[in-house]
């Protein structure tokens, strides 16, 4: 499949530019002359890599380019700044902020195109070292925040899936619905106990044939058993 790659840069001749260049190249490209607008669109759609000038008009680079790598569900994306600016201060600065490359206008097609590579390859390095078989139909991918089952793409919330995330993380373990709680909000936990038994079932209803991992332990809390075919359990 096609790399999607997000463009944020405001001038739009450059804009439509990189554009056509990235979709000659092969990617699929989409282009926002807003920060607002990419990042209203980041959630349900993530791009594989994102290009982000650093003057834009609603919000500074820098400060995009802190939130999405502060953000554990956007953190995965590579980000290539791209900017006027020539100030070496200015490219320590983004790459301190987590940018994973940096160029600087005015730019060649061809340097712009070698860097989009070898960021993209580094980003497929550490996506393979991100994911967890739990049997060969069934995956989670760290990087996306994503379950694979059957192929298909499970539809979990966040919530959802960050459960899964601290279960599986160390299988056999029982965890209290309050350490569930605290891995998922920290201190800042406004929600009671119960709504881990609610997040749980929604979860178990999702991964379907293989709810059975996802076993209540009776008085203390939840944990996570991967079952073997020859086990032949089914709910727990
Ligand atoms: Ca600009």
Redesign the pocket.
């Known amino acids: 499949m096609k790399e999607k790659i997000y463009i944020v840069?405001?001038?739009i001749d450059i804009l439509e530019l990189l554009c056509l260049n990235l979709e000659s190249a092969g990617y699929r490209a989409r282009g926002f002359d807003t920060a607002l607008s990419m990042l209203k669109r980041l959630d349900h759609d993530p791009p594989d890599l994102l290009i982000l000038?650093?003057?834009?008009?609603d919000m500074d680079g820098f400060e995009v380019c802190k939130k999405l790598k502060s953000e554990p569900e956007h953190a995965r994306i590579p980000i290539i700044m791209l900017?006027?600016r020539i100030d070496l201060e200015d490219k320590i600065k983004g790459l301190d902020y987590g940018a994973d490359d940096y160029i600087t206008k005015p730019f060649e097609n061809d340097e712009l195109q070698a860097r989009l590579r070898a960021v993209l390859r580094r980003a497929s390095w550490e996506a393979e070292k991100n994911v967890l078989q739990i049997s060969p139909d069934f995956k989670l991918d760290f990087n996306r925040f994503e379950a694979f089952l059957e192929q298909k793409r499970l539809d979990l919330t966040l919530t959802e899936f960050k459960i899964l995330q601290i279960l599986t993380k160390r299988p056999g373990w029982v965890f209290s619905r309050n350490q569930i709680l605290d891995l998922l909000w920290g201190t800042d936990k406004i929600v009671i106990e119960r709504t881990v038994d609610v997040h749980i079932k929604n979860l178990r209803d999702k991964i379907d044939k293989y709810s059975g991992m996802i076993k209540n332990v009776r008085g203390l809390g939840y944990k996570f058993e991967p079952i073997t075919e020859e086990d032949g359990e089914t709910h727990g």
Do not use: G, K, Q, S
């Open positions: 840069e405001d001038e000038d650093l003057m834009l008009p900017t006027a």
